[in-house]
């Protein structure tokens, strides 16, 4: 392999070769570990390896330093590059880890507004003009329509029209959900059904009949509610309303003070029934929805606690979409107790919520796990039904779904310089059912164990091999044997010049 440097000559130019030692190969884990590609993350506290510095400091005793080994690799790449494209990192999410992998990109510089650059990373899309995307001028990290299936309400929705064309079942892999629009001329009608359904589900004494509001369009846990009582949904959607006029920037025309009634079945009652008058005044902006998604009651639980998976998924500039290899699970703090709806730390498994508990990191660091530390603990509880491989094949067959069932709305815009990585959330329940929880845009890139500071960098990274790397290639011509190599993230099981990205399928 050989690398291109530039010397002056004559005053022009010329190109000349230097070649690199031979690489000596680096030490994996065990080969069964490495051939399904899961890694345990009790190995490793720190960004590097032990393995790795072993590796290097065996190489250094081996050989002599060459000439070329000397070169400082930041120093060597300014030699080789000229900044020929500009980047804007905005703050917030661990801006930092992403300046970081892209500083490490010799052709890119950094400047501190979005005005006049070529990338632009962003926490949302709100306020951006799409129609400056008709160049490889400037890229951004979000889809056009990403809402599409990063909102809650529109992923219900698209999927809904998905199994009605497929003849499938969404409750059979999604929570029973009712979407609620509270500036809705149909509310009444709207809160009607799901109490209907709510005091059927009620009937059955196998269920505790626990509910989560959510509102439609934040992640990490934001806004989530837990009840199992009308009154209290009541007090949830009050509060809800004062928290969305706050929360709003300009003041919104009220539309009319609607009267709702919720009647339900009241044992203590002359009549058999009660009911429960509350008034919304409704407002024209049309935008205050609430989520009602069954709570998954009997999850399979981790040492007695509750947790999901974590999976990132990425659509590119050209409409590709790629699974990462590589999950992991977020653990509850407290052990799981159905009949305590107080403690969002049982159920709730973000870890925007999970790190303010004061025994966060008591029994994992993070509270996160990778997927073979998940696949040790069913074996050593003698799980045969329920495996590691299982799970990431039918996760990848329900995103194939949440794709299909929005691909032409992702499609619908003319530009091709914009992709999204997406933070799929799922859990299992104790018959080994996977369940389709939400799909988040901008999905949480803090470092926060061990385990995270290995998975994450190498996801953005080999993410912007796929995608910034080929809209704004430093050559004209590829040489992508040295963009594999450009940047070290160490994933042990794993080579340097692989992509962790697994290609899915094409929009």
């Known amino acids: 392999m050989f690398l291109q440097a530039i010397k002056v000559k004559e005053s022009r130019l010329d190109s000349i070769q230097l070649k690199q030692s ?23 506290k720190g960004k590097k390896s032990v393995e790795k510095k072993k590796q290097s400091t065996e190489v250094d005793q081996r050989r002599p330093l060459s000439s070329f080994q000397r070169i400082i690799k930041p120093a060597f790449y300014k030699n080789v590059f000229t900044t020929q494209y500009i980047f804007f990192c905005e703050n917030g999410n661990n801006g930092n880890l992403v300046r970081r992998i892209l500083q490490g990109r010799g052709w890119f510089g950094e400047q501190s507004t979005s005005y006049n650059v070529n990338f632009i990373w962003r926490q949302s899309n709100k306020g951006f003009n799409y129609s400056t995307l008709t160049s490889k001028s400037i890229c951004i990290n979000h889809l056009e329509h990403h809402h ?6 529109k992923l219900h929705a698209n999927l809904k029209t998905f199994c009605q064309r497929t003849n499938k079942k969404m409750d059979d892999f999604v929570p029973v959900t009712f979407i609620i629009n509270l500036d809705s001329t149909t509310l009444q009608n709207d809160l009607k059904r799901f109490v209907d359904y709510f005091i059927e589900i009620k009937k059955d004494k196998l269920q505790k009949n626990i509910w989560l509001l959510k509102p439609p369009d934040l992640n990490r846990g934001r806004g989530i509610q837990l009840f199992s009582d009308l009154k209290i949904l009541v007090n949830q959607i009050i509060e809800f309303c004062k928290t969305k006029n706050v929360n709003n920037e300009t003041k919104t025309i009220s539309k009319t003070a609607k009267i709702l009634t919720i009647i339900y079945p009241e044992v203590n009652e002359i009549t058999g029934q009660a009911q429960i008058e509350f008034t919304i005044n409704q407002t024209t902006s049309q935008d205050r929805v609430i989520v009602l998604q069954k709570y998954l009651e009997t999850p399979l639980l981790y040492n007695g606690r ?40 049982i159920h709730l498994t973000n870890n925007a919520i999970q790190k303010n508990h004061p025994h966060y990191c008591k029994y994992e660091l993070g509270n996160q796990l990778s997927l073979l530390d998940f696949q040790q603990y069913l074996t050593s509880q003698k799980n045969t039904i329920i495996t590691s491989v299982g799970i990431v094949s039918k996760m990848k067959e329900l995103i194939h779904q949440t794709i299909f069932c929005a691909s032409s709305k992702l499609q619908n815009n003319n530009k091709d310089f914009q992709f999204e990585i997406f933070g799929y959330d799922f859990m299992i329940d104790n018959n080994g059912k996977i369940w389709l929880i939400e799909i988040n845009t901008n999905p949480c890139i803090e470092e926060s164990s061990p385990l995270l500071q290995k998975l994450i960098p190498r996801m953005l990274n080999d993410a912007f091999r796929l995608t910034i790397d080929k809209i704004f290639s430093p050559f004209k ?13 160490c994933i042990p099981g794993y080579s340097d010049q692989d992509n962790l990205w697994d290609y899915m399928g094409q929009i």
């Open 148 to 153: 599409e299936i990063s909102n809650k309400n």
């Open 306 to 345: 509750k947790f999901d998976f974590r999976v990132w998924v990425l659509i590119d500039h050209t409409s590709k979409y790629y699974f990462f290899k590589e999950g992991y699970l977020r653990l509850a703090t407290e052990f799981f107790d159905i009949n305590n709806l107080k403690s969002l730390y």
């Open 477 to 489: 011509t590829s040489q992508e044997n040295f963009l594999n190599n450009l940047q070290e993230f």
């Open 22 to 44: 031979p690489k000596i190969p680096r030490q994996h884990t065990p080969e069964g570990l490495s051939k399904i590609g899961l890694f345990n993350s009790t190995f490793f």
